[in-house]
């Protein structure tokens, strides 16, 4: 019991400090996670399998937790396919390679003496397809190392039940591993599984619940096996359908996992992960309880018909939708076409504008604005040519000018130090038409006629007018 707590904080810490470690060196060299919105380092699974290899091998050394013959070879085989998923998060192999590999490495853990060829054979692809499907679990922060936890829970449980401690000891400091990968790994994530961890984890667990699973019927085997690993194939199931009824390559990528439809639904990516990992824990305590006999095996068929209906439900999420020129919704370079018109972000762009934006963006420049006075239309007004005068005559300004009036045509203040009375202007002279505040006949430019020559006089003309004009 001691051995098990000091061997799994071991392990937990060992994955924390290498996972921190990792991620500045795979970030100088690009092996980066380029599925994601932005570049995510891919050497936490490298934590993960160093540290639980690490361990393990060393209560085997030491002789505290002898490694028997059986799961020294799960682990052996379990360190090459995170050898070949290493090679590939850093040359991109395709994933037939990688699914034959690990086939491969499955056909050495699984023991035909106990199983039979068929059912071995049987047991060998099913190892690699679960080993596949872990490694899509890889789309979103956290997800792959939730539901690898709780499945390495749930298979040592079932090996301590058969009496396995070995293989317990061993799941237990893959459950350790991975706690602390995921304090690297947790939404927004520092670092990422990669191939080579998440590889590892499905081959480790599947090979697990094989080994734990021999000798016993087919039929209950099938649910106890399926309860461990629901998430994951229920994950690959939903994948490989949506491909298949849109028309798409299976090795074309896009985001039609679990996560991603959980997302477009409106869940945020923290609680995306923890939702599944409650359905895959409710899922692997399904596998366990068959596995003790607290439940009959019939029961596993409930757990497959609620998943089944998940997978259907969440197969009508759309997520092959028409991708838009000029990128995703919400950004500047985003563009759409309405009712012929290409806009950015709602404005007309280009040639296209509305001409009633126009106007009425017009109408509000133009307005009280000299010889570009607008109209109740919108338009401006015709304005008049203007006549031709004398440099003198247009410098002189007129007696309301002179002594403070308004300072261009049409305006409506009264004089300086004067205020017009209700009915008649500033001079106590009524209104009247082409009258301003001050009874003073307005320009005819005003009124949008043309206006006539300012009339010469002299300065001693302009003086006795503008006294006249102050001395009432």
Not at 119 to 134: D, M, Y
Not at 279 to 285: G, H, K, P
Not at 397 to 405: K, R, T, V, W
Request: charged share 15%; hydrophobic share 45%.
């Amino acid at each position: 019991m001691l051995y098990g707590i000091a061997t799994a904080t071991t392990a937990l810490l060992l994955a924390a400090v290498l996972s921190a470690l990792f991620r500045a060196p795979a970030l100088r060299l690009g092996l980066v996670d380029r599925r994601r919105v932005r570049p995510v380092p891919l050497l936490g699974g490298v934590a993960v399998v160093a540290s639980t290899c690490l361990v393990a091998a060393a209560g085997g050394w030491t002789g505290a937790a002898p490694l028997g013959d059986g799961v020294g070879r799960l682990l052996a085989a379990g360190a090459g396919v995170a050898v070949l998923g290493l090679v590939a998060d850093v040359w991109r192999l395709s994933n037939r390679i990688l699914l034959v590999g690990t086939a491969v490495a499955a056909a050495f853990v699984v023991p035909y003496d106990e199983t039979g060829l068929p059912a071995g054979l049987a047991a060998v692809a099913w190892i690699a397809c679960v080993a596949a499907a872990f490694r899509g679990l890889d789309h979103a922060d956290g997800l792959a190392g939730t539901v690898g936890v709780l499945t390495a829970f749930g298979a040592g449980a079932c090996a301590a039940a058969e009496m396995m401690d070995d293989l317990a000891v061993l799941l237990s400091i893959l459950a350790a591993a991975l706690t602390g990968f995921l304090m690297h790994n947790w939404h927004p994530a520092r670092i990422a599984f990669g191939a080579c961890g998440s590889l590892f984890t499905g081959f480790v667990l599947a090979a697990s619940a094989v080994l734990v699973r021999t000798g016993y019927d087919a039929g209950p085997t099938a649910a106890v096996l399926f309860g461990l690993t629901a998430l994951a194939s229920a994950d690959a199931v939903l994948v490989v359908l949506s491909r298949r009824l849109a028309g798409r390559p299976l090795r074309r990528r896009g985001p039609d996992h679990l996560a991603h439809r959980l997302r477009r639904l409106g869940l945020t990516p923290p609680g995306a992960t923890v939702l599944l990992g409650v359905a895959a824990f409710a899922t692997v305590l399904v596998g366990v309880l068959v596995h003790t006999g607290w439940l009959a095996p019939t029961g596993a068929l409930w757990a497959a018909g609620a998943v089944l209906a998940a997978v259907l439900a969440l197969l009508r999420v759309r997520v092959y939708g028409p991708r838009r020129p000029g990128g995703p919704p919400g950004t500047a370079t985003h563009r759409h076409t309405t009712f012929g018109r290409h806009t950015t972000l709602g404005r007309p762009t280009g040639s296209h504008r509305d001409p009633r934006a126009a106007r009425d963006t017009g109408a509000r420049r133009g307005r009280d604005t000299g010889a570009h006075r607008t109209t109740g239309t919108g338009f401006p007004a015709p304005s008049a040519a203007p006549t031709p005068t004398s440099n003198r005559s247009s410098a002189r300004m007129s007696p309301f000018e002179a002594y403070g009036g308004r300072g261009r045509a049409g305006d409506e203040t009264p004089a300086k130090g004067r205020r017009a009375p209700g009915g008649t202007g500033a001079l106590g002279a009524p209104r009247g038409p082409g009258a301003d505040a001050r009874g003073m006949r307005v320009p005819p430019a005003s009124r949008g006629q043309a206006p006539a020559p300012p009339p010469q006089q002299s300065a001693s003309s302009q003086l006795r007018e503008s006294l006249r004009v102050r001395d009432g």
